[in-house]
């Protein structure tokens, strides 16, 4: 029985070609209307940014648990 040969050479097709979405830029009032109950906006002299109130992907579970 002949065994498959490993080499270090991926394939020439397998690999996709990821396209990104640029960011949507929102001003102050958007964002605020635009966040969940689990979401915090970050207010920087430069950026604004939204985050989940907790970063953890167990303690959101928690939380969301406790809250329902």
Do not use: C, Q, W
């Not at 991926?10 to 102050?28: I, Q, W």
């Amino acid at each position: 029985m002949k065994g498959k040969k490993l080499t270090n050479m991926r394939a020439s097709g397998s690999d996709e070609a990821v396209t990104l979405v640029p960011p949507v830029r929102m001003n102050l009032e958007e964002l605020m209307a635009y966040i969940n109950e689990d979401e915090l906006l970050e207010v920087t002299p430069k950026f604004l940014r939204l985050r989940k109130k907790y970063l953890i992907s167990h303690e959101r579970k928690r939380f969301s648990k406790a809250s329902a």
